[in-house]
């Protein structure tokens, strides 16, 4: 079992940047994967990027270039640095602790509660 908070979100002019973090209860050395995903109001929630342990990444086609996401082990710690921001990158970003499995990522259960990213001018 695992408790993820993220931190980060925050209202930002378009072209503008943000860095998401997203702590972990338990060392995330022991996690096998990391994923950030978002959900805009009426919309499906998405991945935007996921993390492997040997930090292999995976993004959203909308995000490439423009995000980036890493893992600090040390200090149980995932982050999504976001630059260029866009409107429609408005959603609230949620933290996941899944499984990196043949270039794909699979979320398990274990959610954070949140932080809202709202971008407009």
């Known amino acids: 079992q695992v408790q993820l908070v993220e931190s980060g979100g925050g209202l930002v002019s378009p072209g503008g940047s943000l860095r998401l973090s997203c702590v972990a209860s338990r060392s995330t050395f022991s996690i096998n994967a990391m994923g950030w995903y978002r959900q805009a109001p009426g919309k499906e929630r998405e991945l935007v990027a996921a993390?492997?342990?040997?930090?292999?990444?995976i993004y959203a086609d909308s995000v490439k270039g423009r995000f980036t996401i890493s893992r600090d082990n040390a200090k149980n710690t995932v982050y999504l640095e976001m630059n260029s921001l866009k409107p429609e990158d408005t959603a609230v970003y949620y933290c996941?602790?899944?499984?990196?499995?043949?270039?794909?990522?699979?979320?398990?259960?274990?959610w954070g509660q949140g932080t809202q990213v709202t971008v407009s001018s």
């Open positions: 993390i492997s342990s040997a930090s292999r990444t």
């Open positions: 996941n602790a899944g499984l990196y499995s043949y270039s794909s990522y699979v979320p398990s259960a274990y």
